[in-house]
């Protein structure tokens, strides 16, 4: 008996036979262009997309894909879909809106039913996209800003690019790249021992205000150990001279 044929549409098989935006962008061309460059890895596709810093808008995409020919027509699709929206309606999309563009009949599946799981991956690198973008942004003006004419801050020229990255994001953004840190070094260890700790407020980009939760509260290396582990860390991850300072006054 021979094995049945997996069907895919035409349009699938244009778009994984010969995709116009697989590749790379780089910082330089960004830089040139005044653009942001956001990045974004997951699993067997990697995402660069152009963004004009003025309106948040998708100016181009492109992609690298690592597995099948699923993957190869799943990244062109997305990288042509995405162009001229917003940042937040190029990361609304989901892998159903993909899957649907490259049916050749509105009623017919483009895929087979054993490769739709390939489409689940969409979100999941458009949210890393979303997250990546107040960085790329802040890398974007904070390069434009060099160039500008004389007038600039004294002592400008000798911050690397990731700390000016840093100086040129707003409190909210900031508290949310301290948490992403937080998240992934931190709070597992104090969360282990019944601890936590809370962001309240950044002052300046330098003064980081933090609340001890649970544990952390009582514990003896609140003021010692665990803030100076707390602190060296951000200062590695993100700005050499953060400064921590814990809120004693509430505790939970």
Partial sequence: MSVTEEKFSEKFEAAAKSPKHRGAYYQEEATEK?????????????????????????????????????????????????QNLTLDEACSLLGADIERALRDDPDEPAVPESKKLAFGNVPELL?????????AKAVALAAAGINKEEGKPAGIKELTMQEQAWMGLNEEEQIQQINIVLDAKVRPALMNDGGNVQVQEVVDGEKVIIQYQGACGSCATSMGGTLSFIEQTLRREIYKDLQVTPNMDMTF
């Fill in 34 to 82: 005044g653009m942001a460059l956001v990045e974004a890895k997951f699993k067997d596709m990697k995402l660069y997309w152009l963004v004009d810093v003025a309106e948040d808008r998708v100016y181009s995409a492109k992609f690298f894909a690592y597995g099948g020919k699923v993957s190869v027509a799943i990244g062109e699709t997305l990288s042509t879909m995405v």
């Fill in 127 to 135: 949210k890393l996209i979303k997250e990546n973008y107040p960085s």
